[in-house]
């Protein structure tokens, strides 16, 4: 019984306008995630990648959300790969604010070297974006490569890097590939169908 997302809160109808006007990244390609900055989150790995996919294209901005123990260490790193200032580092983003972040971006990166479930995931399958996530935990039960997003290796800047760069060459894919990941969303990961799933298993349950 998988973890849902409230899909009315999530949805591709969302104007994110506002936050690429508030970080100053209107018509830019924009990269996304929302993580702790802790070390099984995999964050390294995304600022890694920032800098390969820069090399090639200058017109995009990777957006950070979260805080954490690493936090420092991340924005060092940037600096020292010289991409700190196409990385945006929002620190804890407000729950209210979330789902206009999700409607800014152009893709969403799960970078995470474990994991439970993924809820970042889900919330941008809703949201209509496309996803690249590793191999891990419930990640993959979610995306199914080719089709809704990106399944790629652990600890691999260089595969998210080709990923994102495949996604910026085409453009039209980010749109279909996003719209099925919505698709997937109504269908599996429902908060409402998974409250009434809960509910009949207790009845089971008590009967």
Same mark, same amino acid.
């Given at each position: 019984?998988?973890?849902?997302?409230?899909?009315?809160?999530?949805?591709?109808?969302?104007?994110?306008?506002?936050?690429? +006007?508030?970080? $100053?990244?209107?018509?830019?390609?924009?990269?996304?995630?929302?993580?702790?900055?802790?070390?099984?989150?995999?964050?390294?790995?995304?600022?890694?990648?920032?800098?390969?996919?820069?090399?090639?294209?200058?017109? #995009?901005?990777?957006?950070?959300?979260?805080?954490?123990?690493?936090?420092?260490?991340?924005?060092?790193?940037?600096?020292?790969?010289?991409?700190?200032? +196409?990385?945006?580092?929002?620190?804890?983003?407000?729950?209210?604010?979330?789902?206009?972040?999700?409607?800014?971006? $152009?893709? #969403? #990166?799960?970078?995470?070297?474990?994991?439970?479930?993924?809820? #970042?995931?889900?919330?941008?399958?809703?949201?209509?974006?496309?996803?690249?996530?590793?191999?891990?935990?419930?990640?993959? $039960?979610?995306?199914?490569?080719?089709?809704?997003?990106?399944?790629?290796?652990?600890?691999?800047?260089?595969?998210?890097?080709?990923?994102?760069?495949?996604?910026?060459?085409?453009?039209?894919?980010?749109?279909?590939?996003?719209?099925?990941?919505?698709?997937?969303?109504?269908?599996?990961? $429902?908060?409402?169908?998974?409250?009434?799933?809960?509910?009949?298993?207790?009845?089971?349950?008590? +009967?």
């Amino acid at each position: 019984m998988p973890n849902g997302v409230d899909l009315k809160r999530f949805n591709p109808n969302i104007d994110g306008s506002c936050i690429r +006007r508030k970080l $100053d990244v209107e018509n830019k390609f924009i990269v996304f995630t929302v993580r702790h900055h802790e070390p099984k989150y995999g964050i390294e790995y995304l600022i890694r990648a920032a800098s390969l996919v820069l090399k090639e294209k200058k017109d #995009v901005v990777f957006i950070i959300g979260g805080d954490g123990s690493l936090r420092p260490y991340y924005e060092e790193l940037a600096s020292k790969l010289g991409v700190r200032n +196409r990385i945006v580092f929002t620190g804890r983003i407000p729950q209210a604010e979330l789902p206009y972040y999700y409607a800014a971006s $152009d893709v #969403v #990166v799960v970078p995470s070297l474990q994991e439970a479930w993924g809820l #970042v995931v889900t919330e941008a399958m809703a949201s209509g974006k496309p996803v690249i996530g590793t191999r891990v935990g419930g990640i993959v $039960d979610q995306i199914i490569d080719g089709y809704n997003g990106f399944l790629v290796p652990p600890r691999d800047p260089r595969a998210i890097a080709e990923k994102i760069l495949w996604l910026i060459e085409n453009p039209d894919e980010i749109k279909r590939i996003g719209m099925n990941g919505r698709k997937l969303a109504e269908e599996k990961f $429902d908060i409402e169908k998974r409250v009434d799933r809960i509910v009949e298993l207790y009845k089971e349950l008590l +009967r």
